[in-house]
């Protein structure tokens, strides 16, 4: 039996291993909602809280499901800050409002709506040397470490800080913003200028901390819905990709660890931009959005890219029987697993609605149908 790493390489080298990787919480964005984790804990006989340190998530569980990842801390969210006098809602550190709404913090107000390019250079942007301490780099270069030198799990790197567009979306509102990259790119570029070079300033400190202890490190930059792109793949190339590229090489200064991409929503146009900027895993592989379904991704793109999820999220998890959970798991193995360049998780996170039967169910048909035979 191979050990998690072995297994990973041989996986990112587009061979077949002992059986598929399999991926609960090692990314923010294959996370488990707390409720269903406890449950799940339940059903498999634990209970209480862990025993002893533990990153992210009940260790007593990734190792009962034979998880292969495991991750680091990240800076994302350490600057938010409570709205006085309503416990409901905070600021982040780029001025963005949110609300709580049951189980996320919702974008309630976009503090550069209608703004021009003078506004920009007025705006109150973060300093990002001030929204993280050496202690806390130093505490996650000393898990990272542990984890590199003390287990023969792959050790993911969170993404520092989000990505250009989204932020564009969240800070000037999605209406405003779209429209920018259609009718007004100057601001676009004027914006995304501004975010790269903090994002390089989040990006260096992290990476020297914890870059030589890492195998896999993430980003997130949502591109896609349900049934097509936010962004016109022209407007892409000419305004998101150079800035998208420029961040992945400068985070390539730092680590020789794999690139992982999360785009949810239908980024089927996109994927040979995303693998030109140096993205090596694409992830969550929603499949039922428009043109990803995994066999036509593993047929298209297979020999290049390597993809990461695939498992539906919006119906079969929460809704499905366990004999329908099952065979969605042969499906997607059947189209990814040839061949390797395939990691198996569900496609995002595991919501509050999902029975922890389910989870187990999945898990454990992945665990058994991705044997290489």
């Not at 047929?299 to 290049?304: F, Q, R």
Request: net charge negative; with cysteine.
């Amino acid at each position: 039996m191979l050990t998690p790493r072995e297994r990973f390489s041989r996986v990112m080298a587009h061979q077949e291993p002992d059986r598929v990787p399999l991926d609960l919480a090692g990314t923010s964005l294959t996370a488990i909602d707390p409720g269903v984790a406890r449950r799940l804990g339940d059903l498999l006989g634990f209970s209480g809280d862990p025993p002893g340190p533990y990153q992210a998530f009940d260790e007593r569980i990734l190792q009962a499901l034979e998880i292969d990842f495991r991750r680091v801390g990240s800076l994302i969210g350490s600057g938010d800050r409570p709205v006085p006098g309503d416990p409901d809602r905070q600021i982040d550190m780029w001025g963005v409002e949110r609300a709580w709404t049951g189980q996320y913090w919702d974008i309630v107000s976009a503090p550069l709506k209608n703004a021009t390019i003078e506004d920009l250079r007025r705006y109150p942007w973060p300093e990002p040397e001030r929204w993280f301490s050496e202690d806390q780099l130093l505490a996650y270069q000393a898990e990272a470490r542990r984890l590199w030198e003390e287990t023969d799990y792959v050790v993911v790197a969170e993404h520092p800080v989000y990505g250009v567009f989204e932020l564009g979306c969240w800070m000037c509102g999605f209406d405003d913003f779209l429209y920018r990259t259609a009718g007004d790119p100057d601001f676009v570029r004027s914006f995304f200028d501004i975010v790269l070079d903090l994002q390089k300033r989040f990006i260096g400190p992290y990476y020297q901390a914890v870059g030589q202890y890492i195998h896999l490190t993430t980003s997130g930059d949502d591109f896609g819905m349900q049934t097509g792109l936010l962004i016109s793949p022209r407007a892409f190339r000419s305004l998101v990709k150079p800035y998208y590229a420029e961040r992945i090489a400068f985070t390539r200064q730092f680590t020789p660890a794999y690139y992982w991409h999360h785009s949810c929503g239908s980024v089927h146009a996109l994927i040979p931009d995303l693998t030109d900027c140096g993205v090596d895993i694409l992830n969550p592989i929603q499949p039922g959005a428009f043109r990803m379904e995994p066999e036509r991704l593993k047929a298209e793109y297979g020999n290049t890219l390597c993809f990461h999820g695939g498992f539906d999220t919006q119906n079969v998890l929460p809704f499905g029987s366990q004999a329908e959970i099952e065979a969605e798991v042969a499906r997607v193995m059947d189209a990814m697993k040839p061949g390797g360049g395939y990691i198996f998780s569900a496609a995002h996170n595991i919501q509050d609605d999902v029975p922890a039967e389910n989870v187990l169910a999945m898990y454990h048909a992945a665990r058994h149908i991705g044997v290489y035979r």
